[in-house]
């Protein structure tokens, strides 16, 4: 039995309610989802060959002091950093380090700020460099499968609509879906209810209603779905060493659809891919 509750009654904290916010509510996931976004822009010149991940980690949690915003993740359940930094065939959960990055590898940015209690999560995939065919087509296959799971969002519609639109294109395409982890509950909370697969079938999961916020971030690998995560209890590999992609917005129901709120305002979703085109 799924419960919604109207966000502004709801406790501080996960009860297994799916929240339902207001109007105001989405201006203030806008204005945290902006910052958000607008770091993310900033990396897209920051990331290159010889820059260290630590580097980016003080980045980030300088640009959120700049504008009054606190990582998310920093101090997460002991987690030491600003940011999660994921390189190759890392999934998810990466954690920077003094070691440059290389011409030709891929790395996942992962920030969330928090401002004015409200959180904004995203993350996107950056070239090193010149990069390989292959990898350049995970990240075109990843990146379409956040639209299109993007696309099925509706009132009315299951939440597992969106995992099977993913998943469909993703095998479609001869990648694999991460089963592992998946999109969540997002707004006053940093993760909430409901958890939003990227597989699965249209008539499966709660149903999406108007006012839900959460996240949709697909995690693709080359290879096969399977991951592991290292003893450092945080970062997660694909078993078989494929290479892997995520790319994550925060997006909230609306009475036709749904809006992105974390969108890049320089156009940089996917920064060092061509521009899509129409």
């Not at 990331?47 to 640009?63: A, H, L, S």
């Not at 809006?259 to 061509?274: K, W």
Request: proline share 5%; with cysteine; glycine share 10%.
């Amino acid at each position: 039995m799924v419960n919604y509750i109207d966000a502004l009654a709801a406790p501080l904290k996960n009860t297994g309610a799916i929240r339902l916010y207001s109007a105001e509510d989405f201006a203030g996931m806008r204005k945290a989802s902006l910052l958000t976004a607008r770091c993310l822009d900033e990396l897209a010149s920051i990331v290159k060959p010889g820059v260290t991940t630590n580097e980016i980690d003080r980045f980030v949690f300088q640009f959120g002091m700049d504008h009054g915003a606190l990582p998310a993740t920093l101090n997460y359940r002991g987690y030491k950093y600003s940011v999660c930094t994921s390189i190759n065939h890392v999934v998810c959960h990466g954690m920077p380090d003094d070691k440059p990055l290389k011409e030709g590898e891929i790395v996942n940015v992962d920030v969330t700020y928090v401002l004015d209690g409200w959180h904004g999560d995203s993350s996107r995939m950056y070239p090193v460099g010149q990069i390989k065919r292959a990898a350049e087509r995970l990240l075109e296959v990843t990146y379409e499968c956040l639209l299109r799971g993007i696309a099925a969002v509706r009132p009315g519609a299951r939440t597992g609509a969106i995992g099977q639109a993913i998943q469909t294109y993703a095998e479609a395409e001869r990648c694999s879906v991460v089963r592992d982890f998946c999109g969540h509950g997002v707004g006053r909370l940093f993760h909430d209810t409901p958890n939003i697969l990227h597989y699965g079938r249209a008539d499966e999961g709660p149903e999406l209603r108007e006012g839900m916020i959460f996240t949709i971030e697909p995690m693709i690998n080359l290879g096969k779905p399977h991951v592991k995560v290292l003893s450092d209890g945080w970062t997660a590999v694909t078993r078989d060493r494929s290479l892997s992609a995520q790319y994550e917005h925060a997006v909230g129901v609306t009475a036709t659809g749904c809006e992105i709120f974390t969108l890049s305002p320089a156009g940089l979703d996917r920064p060092g891919l061509p521009p899509l085109k129409g």
